[in-house]
T-cell receptor
Framework: GQSLEQPSEVTAVEGAIVQINCTYQ??????LSWYQQHDGGAPTFLSY????GLEETGRFSSFLSRSDSYGYLLLQELQMKDSASYFC????????????FGTGTLLAVQP | DTEVTQTPKHLVMGMTNKKSLKCEQH?????MYWYKQKAKKPPELMFV???????INESVPSRFSPECPNSSLLNLHLHALQPEDSALYLC?????????????FGPGTRLTVL
């Protein structure tokens, strides 16, 4: 089967940098995505890595190492509004449109 | 327009009721999805429609019945639900062969089954 593991909770202070890790086991691999979901809100796409390395989008960066089956989301200059759940996701190897989500990480940003 | 809309926002129903959830998008996406999400858990895929045809049913009980009337609309018909079906129901859409895994989610319908 396919599985993605994330830490359940991470706490950091405003202005800090935080890294949310994701390790995955898949029978095929078509890239790693990250989604943000505020409490009571809709998941929102943040980033996608198909190849190894770092992708930067403003304060958020995402990294992938296919050889290690590992990726992370890096959030810099943390703001209170970054408090949310973060999910990594991979495409199912047998179905083009099926996403497998990670267990999710609840990020709490403190003043 | 990069928005997926869902109605209603909240729904309370009894176990003998019949109700429907509605989802709409105008991004030209030809793949649409229903997810179920419990508190503090990731979204769990229920159904996928591709080009208005059901392409994935994740062994969902028959008391949930999806329908895709056209390329912009997706419905989820509910009948004889159980209290454990109480959850946030999310609709999403995407290109069929799109960039990475980018799906656009609606705000969800918070369903309570009494």
């Amino acid at each position: 089967g396919q599985s993605l593991e994330q830490p359940s909770e991470v706490t950091a202070v405003e202005g800090a940098i935080v890294q949310i890790n994701c390790t995955y086991q898949t029978s095929g691999f078509y890239g790693l995505s990250w989604y943000q979901q505020h409490d009571g809100g809709a998941p929102t796409f943040l980033s996608y890595n198909a190849l190894d390395g770092l992708e930067e989008t403003g304060r958020f960066s995402s990294f992938l190492s296919r050889s290690d089956s590992y990726g992370y989301l890096l959030l810099q200059e943390l703001q209170m509004k970054d408090s949310a759940s973060y999910f990594c996701a991979v495409r199912d190897s047998g179905a083009t449109n099926k996403l497998i989500f990670g267990t999710g990480t609840l990020l709490a940003v403190q003043p | 327009d990069t928005e997926v809309t869902q109605t209603p926002k909240h729904l309370v129903m009894g176990m003998t009721n019949k109700k429907s959830l509605k989802c709409e998008q105008h991004m030209g996406h030809r793949a649409m999805y229903w997810y179920k999400q419990k508190a503090k858990k990731p979204p769990e895929l229920m159904f996928v429609y591709s080009y208005e045809k059901l392409s994935i049913n994740e062994s969902v009980p028959s008391r949930f019945s999806p329908e895709c009337p056209n390329s912009s609309l997706l419905n989820l018909h509910l009948h004889a639900l159980q209290p454990e079906d109480s959850a946030l129901y999310l609709c999403a859409s995407s290109q069929v062969e799109g960039r990475g895994n980018e799906q656009f989610f609606g705000p969800g319908t918070r369903l309570t089954v009494l």
